[in-house]
Structure formats: C-alpha cells, structure tokens
C-alpha cells in the first residue's frame, strides 16, 4: 500500500514540475453567477519559440490575476470556445494569439456572433500580434471597436530595448503605473488608429531607426510611438490594444502585469483600483503551462520532408 502511494505521489509532482503540463488550467468554465463581471481570454495556439508567443501560459497568468479582482469571473478557451454560451454575457473578450488573419474569430461562422457582441458594448483587448490584420471591411470594424490596427502598408515591428513612458493622460488604465524597461521584446509600432475623441495613448516609447522598416514610420524619425493605447467608442464600449508582450519574461514586470489588467478592466466597464490591479506575482509562474514547440533542428528536418 506505501508503495503505492509513492508511486502516485511521485507521478504527482513530476507532473507539477513539468512546465509544460497544462492540464491544471481550467477552460471554459462559465461564470456560477451572474452579477460577476465575466471576462472571456481566447489564447492562440503554439506559435514561435520557446519563451516567446507563449500564449496560452501567458493568458493563464491573466486568468489568475483577473480572479484576484472582486467581482470578475474569468474564462479562458482555446482559440474560441467550444461552447459558445461562455461568449453570453461577457463584459470583455482578451484575444492573446497570432494576427495575420488568424485571429479565430475572423472565421466566418463566428463573426456574426463576435460582431453582435461588440457592436453590443462588449469591451475588447487586443495583446501583441493580435493588432495585425489584412486591410479589408473587418479590419475597419475592429479599428472601430479597438481604436487600431496594425498594416503592414505603414506598420513596422522588430525586437530591441524599449524604454516605455506612461504618457499624461489621466486614465485609469494607468493606475499605479510606473514608466518601465523592456529589453529585447518585440513590438508592432505606426498602426493605423482611429481619429477624434475617444483614443488615448497610454505607452509610447523610442523606436530605433533600423527598426523603422516602412516608408512612412522612416518620415517620422525621433517620435515617440505609441505602444498601448485605450478607446471609447462613439456608441458605446471600450477597447485596448497593447503590442509587446512578445516574449513571455514581461509579464514580470510590474508595470506590463498593472496596465494590462487595468486596462482589461475598464474595457469590461469595471472601476479600476486607485492604486492599480493587484498582480501577485512569482517568477516560477513564468515555467508553468508552456507550450511544446519544435526546436529549430526539427522545424529545419520537417521543411527538407516536404
């Protein structure tokens, strides 16, 4: 019987350590009342490298800090949710994934559901990669609803050292939000953002020449570039958008963690702490929950197999 229960206990905590087991992280567990403010993340599958785009990881983390806010019941899906009657109700949708076209709810069949929502007041994040999407009628209905988005027509991106500065805006989302560091993460910079009242940069920050890649971000050489920003919506709603977060060692920092539930809260329609979201943080949060990705000798033999 002892030995048994080694056996079992041992299986147990290699499971803990594995950082890669994801099985603890519950998904589509909708909200038991109906007075918490529920707030739906939607995480893109393995993408990049290891410690980079670690979106499902990344959005366990939000998961967890959004369940330290009074009030708030979090639900966090795959790509978009097996069972769309987590979507009712939702005060907010987070979508932390690969852009390009692949945001899962550009699919057909779900954007007549997503576009009710949003056109409905539904506050709306959108973190990293997200911000891309091809040029057409969808991508000007998300500006509408997020206050930008990202074209490759004028947009740069890259990865270097950022020095972020919180601008003077009194916004909530910055509540207890200091001006921070962010060495070697990866950014999207000179997107296409909605004009007149309601946009509001929060980050901007200093952006390398070299990193300058289109011909329009090279004629605005020396500005500051907007990094985050918040938008309220002419008829009603919130959206925020913020572009780094590309690799996953940000999240320890305290300003990222801070603005980023700030700004998901006040997207819901929620009061923000005067003193900013609390965010308990360890850092052996950040190897828990990562995803399996295909080290660069595999991707190279699994290219010459095709």
């Known amino acids: 019987m002892f030995s048994v229960l080694l056996l079992l206990f041992s299986a147990l905590c290699l499971r803990a350590a594995d950082p890669h087991d994801q099985s603890g992280v519950p998904l589509e567990v909708d909200s038991p009342n109906a007075k918490l403010a529920k707030i739906v993340i939607l995480v893109g599958g393995p993408s990049s490298k290891a410690m980079a785009h670690e979106y499902f990881a990344g959005g366990a983390l939000l998961m967890n800090w959004l369940k330290e806010q009074p009030g708030v019941w979090p639900v966090m899906a795959r790509d978009w949710p097996k069972n769309e009657a987590v979507l009712k109700g939702a005060k907010c949708v987070v979508y932390y994934g690969d852009g390009g076209g692949k945001q899962p709810f550009l699919e057909p069949a779900r954007w007549k559901t997503f576009s009710k929502m949003l056109d409905g007041g539904c506050g709306f994040v959108l973190l990293h990669q997200a911000v891309d999407f091809p040029t057409g009628p969808d991508a000007e209905k998300i500006k509408g609803w997020l206050g930008g988005v990202f074209h490759g027509d004028i947009g740069s991106r890259g990865h270097w050292d950022m020095d972020l500065k919180t601008t003077a805006a009194a916004h909530p989302a910055l509540h207890g939000v200091q001006s921070f560091a962010a060495p070697g993460d990866g950014w999207l910079f000179n997107l296409h953002f909605a004009e007149g009242?309601?946009?509001?940069?929060?980050?901007?920050?200093?952006?390398?020449?070299?990193?300058?890649?289109?011909?329009?971000?090279?004629?605005?050489?020396?500005?500051?570039?907007?990094?985050?920003?918040?938008?309220?919506?002419?008829?009603?709603?919130?959206?925020?958008?913020?572009?780094?977060?590309?690799?996953?060692?940000?999240?320890?920092?305290?300003?990222?963690?801070?603005?980023?539930?700030?700004?998901?809260?006040?997207?819901?329609?929620?009061?923000?702490?005067?003193?900013?979201?609390?965010?308990?943080?360890?850092?052996?949060?950040l190897n828990r929950n990562l995803d399996v990705k295909a080290t660069v000798a595999e991707k190279k033999a699994a290219k010459k197999t095709k």
Not at 229 to 235: D, I
Not at 251 to 261: A, D, F, I, M, P
């Open 197 to 285: 009242r309601g946009f509001t940069p929060l980050l901007v920050g200093q952006v390398p020449d070299k990193g300058r890649s289109s011909t329009d971000a090279k004629a605005h050489a020396g500005r500051d570039e907007i990094i985050a920003w918040a938008y309220e919506r002419p008829k009603g709603g919130r959206g925020f958008g913020f572009t780094g977060a590309d690799l996953h060692k940000s999240w320890s920092y305290e300003g990222q963690r801070k603005l980023v539930v700030n700004a998901i809260l006040w997207s819901a329609g929620l009061e923000v702490p005067k003193d900013g979201a609390k965010t308990t943080f360890d850092e052996a949060d």
